[in-house]
């Protein structure tokens, strides 16, 4: 019991390591990747019982129960429908071993322990979340316009404006499409490679 809680009072109880690139095939998560779609890791912090895999397309967390027990859940975050917000650094304390980083995927809290000899790789992370997290904001608030603007196109026909006969059905299947793509394509950023590959330097 003084043990562990001697642990928790030095911040060693479940310190994670930053994982290099040559060592991602050898952790869970690993497995779980849609290699299919191009999704690749960028980021991976492992501790004894959990891993926070980073990748282009999500968060992929292996959740364990326990550092002896071998039974792992598996969490998906996909940043096209996960906000991040929330990201900060808590550095080390005197006696600390460890340093924390939090954020946020919409209501879902982490906070990871991180050794503090990691410190300038975490700040990679760091920065890379809250860039990730500034382009979701901006996706967002374009997608607001966007039905906004349907709402103006909607108002057009109500005034009867709209064209004859026929050419309802046309404009309607056509600013549907519009639509559709504006709010799951255009403005919705699915693939953060570009940013990954900007600020992580591990």
Do not use: W
Not at 38 to 53: A, T
Not at 106 to 118: E, L, P, Q, R, Y
């Amino acid at each position: 019991m003084f043990k562990k809680l001697a642990a928790e009072a030095l911040g060693i109880s479940d310190i994670g390591v930053i994982v290099g690139p040559a060592d991602y095939s050898k952790v869970d998560a690993d497995d779980y990747l849609f290699n299919e779609d191009g999704e690749q890791i960028f980021f991976l912090i492992k501790s004894k019982k959990d891993e926070y895999c980073f990748t282009n397309l999500a968060l992929i967390h292996v959740d364990g129960d326990s550092a002896v027990s071998s039974k792992r859940t598996i969490k998906r975050y996909d940043y096209s429908s996960h906000q991040i917000s929330g990201v900060s650094i808590e550095t080390a304390g005197t006696l600390d071993m460890d340093i924390e980083l939090k954020f946020k995927l919409d209501g879902t809290a982490f906070s990871i322990d991180v050794k503090k000899s990691f410190i300038e790789q975490l700040k990679d992370i760091y920065k890379a979340l809250i860039s990730i997290g500034k382009q979701q904001q901006r996706d967002a608030v374009s997608r607001e316009n966007a039905l906004r603007t349907l709402d103006a196109t909607a108002s057009v026909h109500k005034l009867n404006i709209a064209p004859g006969e026929g050419g309802l059905v046309t404009q309607f299947n056509d600013l549907l499409k519009a639509l559709n793509t504006a709010m799951f394509d255009t403005h919705t950023k699915r693939d953060f490679s570009d940013v990954f590959t900007k600020y992580i330097h591990n």
